[in-house]
């Protein structure tokens, strides 16, 4: 079956410093990888996406790396600031489906 | 810019009782996705319209069911409400279009006592 998780459930960083959130997934078939930030009560807000043909993409502040031979997903925050403390998802979606999300991880930024 | 509206953003039912949750999808988007999330959980997919039709379904319970309507607002209705549906309850929605981005809603929290 298809599935997303995570390697480390929670991450604490020191205000400036850059944060790494890593993922595995099973599904070799999807098409995109997404990063979902969640704040506490709120909905998951999409952060940055990045296609199963690119290993690469840049945001504003974010970075996603996509490994597809060891299926591995990252996602690196530079800079991380107070407001980047919230639960991040990793998703995988194909073209035409659902978003399936993996256990989150909690990221506390001290300041 | 809008986004998916869903309301009652809290209700609180008793054990037996029926819930319906509402979902306002984001102008244009025809497709819509209910997910519910338990505490600490990752969100779980329930159920999703394109078009007004069914077009896939998770693990939603049969005393679960949805509809998408004209106007392409959606709603859940769950029935029998048990302890264990307390919960929060998304909505997202689309454009079904490959690489379209699905935004979430804030969801709406049931709590079942």
């Known amino acids: 079956g298809e599935s997303v998780g995570l390697h480390l459930p929670t991450l604490s960083v020191q205000e400036g410093d850059n944060s790494i959130i890593n993922c595995a997934y099973s599904n070799s078939a999807s098409d995109y990888f997404i990063w979902y930030k969640q704040e506490s009560g709120k909905g998951p807000q999409f952060i940055i996406d990045?296609?199963?043909?690119?290993d690469k993409r840049q945001g504003q502040r974010v970075t996603v790396l996509l490994n597809k031979t060891v299926k591995h997903l990252s996602l690196q925050i530079a800079a991380t600031q107070p407001g980047d403390s919230a639960v991040y998802f990793c998703a995988q979606k194909t073209s035409y489906d659902k978003v399936i999300f993996g256990p989150g991880t909690s990221l506390s930024v001290i300041p | 810019a809008a986004g998916v509206i869903q309301s009652p953003r809290h209700l609180i039912k008793e054990k037996r009782e029926t819930a319906t949750l509402k979902c306002y999808p984001i102008?244009?988007?025809?497709?819509v996705y209910w997910y519910q999330q338990g505490p600490g959980q990752d969100p779980q997919f329930l159920i999703s319209?394109?078009?007004?039709?069914?077009?896939d379904k998770g693990s939603i319970p049969d005393r679960f069911s949805a509809q998408q309507f004209s106007d392409y607002h959606s709603e859940l209705n769950m029935s029998s409400l048990e302890l264990g549906d307390s919960a929060l309850y998304f909505c997202?929605?689309?454009?079904?279009?490959?690489?379209?981005?699905?935004?979430f809603g804030e969801g709406s929290w049931l709590t079942v006592v």
């Open positions: 990045i296609r199963s043909n690119m």
């Open positions: 997202a929605s689309t454009l079904l279009r490959p690489g379209n981005t699905i935004y």
């Open positions: 319209f394109y078009e007004k039709m069914q077009s």
């Open positions: 102008p244009r988007h025809d497709t």
